[in-house]
Structures are given as structure tokens and as C-alpha cells.
């Protein structure tokens, strides 16, 4: 079974930062995608980065390219979602998602089969 655990949420103002974090635990940390999705009040989880275990493909929504910056320490079990110049439309509860072993980056919540319980991030105006 695998534990994916969020942290990071908080209370921002619009242009401020903030960089979340998950921690996979349970199995081995292999050649599985990981992602990050948000869901705002009212609306579907959405696609919002991902990466392949080498992190040598990241993939972005055009909404936060250029802004958030996906990394990944698989020595750690751990992967970043650096998010920058906040806006109040990134405002939701952000999930970390694990995918399938060797497959390759989805953007659809069905392409996952492990989910985190969600970090809330809240960007003021």
C-alpha cells in the first residue's frame, strides 16, 4: 500500500510563493509518474504538473508554466512543486497523485491510483 502525504498549504498573498511538498512511503519509490492536482470549490481536480521517475520529462498545465517548477528526489521519496507569483485563481486544495509503474505522463486523474489527502493553498487579493 502506498502513504502519499502533502504539505506546504497555507495562506498567501498575491505574487508570494510557496513550495509544497509530498512524501510517498509504503513502496519502493520506482519508476512511477508523479503529479500534482488541484481542485477549486465547485469545479473539477485539474491537471497541475507531473514528472517521470528521472525527471527527465516534466510536463505543465498552461496555466501555471512559467510559475511552478516540478522536482523530484527519489533518494527522499519526495517530490516539490515550487509555486511562484500566486494568483487568487490558484486557490484550491492541491493533491499529489502517484502513477503507474512505467507508464507515462497522463493528465487525467484516471491515469493515477494514489492520492495524497490534499494541501490547501488560499491566495488573497
Known amino acids: 500500500q502506498v502513504q502519499l502525504a502533502e504539505s506546504g498549504g497555507r495562506l498567501v498573498q498575491t505574487g508570494g510563493s510557496l513550495r509544497l511538498s509530498c512524501v510517498a512511503s509504503g513502496r519502493t519509490f520506482g519508476a512511477y509518474v508523479m503529479a500534482w492536482f488541484r481542485q477549486a470549490p465547485g469545479k473539477e481536480r485539474e491537471f497541475v504538473a507531473a514528472?517521470?521517475?528521472?525527471?527527465?520529462?516534466?510536463e505543465y498545465a498552461a496555466s501555471v508554466l512559467g510559475r511552478f517548477t516540478l522536482s523530484r528526489d527519489n533518494a527522499k521519496n519526495t517530490v516539490l512543486l515550487q509555486m511562484n507569483s500566486l494568483e487568487p485563481r490558484d486557490t484550491a486544495v492541491y493533491y499529489c497523485a502517484l502513477g503507474r509503474l512505467d507508464a507515462s505522463i497522463g493528465a487525467l486523474p484516471s491515469d493515477y491510483d494514489y492520492w495524497g489527502q490534499g494541501t490547501q493553498v488560499t491566495v488573497s487579493s
Open positions: 514528472t517521470t521517475y528521472s525527471g527527465g520529462t516534466t
